[in-house]
């Protein structure tokens, strides 16, 4: 089984991508792939510049990657109480190529944040938004404060109770695909 992970965030230190690699590790029997926003960077979406440029190839390659996985892990990030310009606008140019830019694939949604919310706002808006998109939505996990609860040394969640609740939603993890 083939699972793609990766942050809806471009910062280069990403507490999002470490939430999410970290949740790729735990699935068993799978081969991960982590990818980074900063590689599927484009201009900001509108419909004029799509006249002007076209269909960008790196949505396809985003595009290509989801549907070459059997599961996916996405850990948005929250800015100003919603998903990231960076992972709102490759999805935005995505969509533009196939409207279920998510491909109906079995869903762990995850956030965390610096504050004791843990991006939860960004969870409720990408379970809105992913919804329309084919974002097959199997579990949801906020990790709270991030730098109390996770230990970048070991790449692990320190807090006991946070770390059990991620384990057991993804030992129940519902891995069939759904029309």
Do not use: C
């Amino acid at each position: 089984m083939k699972l793609l992970a990766f942050a809806g965030s471009s910062s280069k230190h990403s507490i999002n991508k470490k939430l999410a690699t970290y949740a790729a590790g735990l699935f068993e029997n799978t081969e991960v792939e982590i990818i980074d926003l900063n590689d599927y960077e484009l201009p900001l979406f509108s419909v004029d510049r799509e006249k002007l440029i076209g269909q960008p190839p790196i949505a396809r390659t985003f595009l290509d990657k989801i549907e070459q996985a059997d599961v996916l892990v996405i850990s948005v990030a929250e800015h100003n109480a919603g998903l990231t310009a960076a992972f709102k606008n490759i999805y935005d140019w995505a969509s533009r190529q196939k409207k279920l830019v998510y491909d109906n694939k079995p869903l762990l949604l995850m956030s965390t944040s610096p504050g004791k919310h843990g991006g939860k706002n960004a969870l409720e808006a990408a379970k809105i938004s992913l919804a329309w998109y084919g974002g097959n939505i199997r579990a949801t996990f906020s990790l709270p404060s991030f730098a109390e609860n996770f230990d970048e040394e070991t790449n692990t969640i320190s807090n006991k109770e946070f770390d059990a609740a991620l384990k057991q939603i993804i030992a129940g993890f519902d891995y069939e695909q759904k029309a």
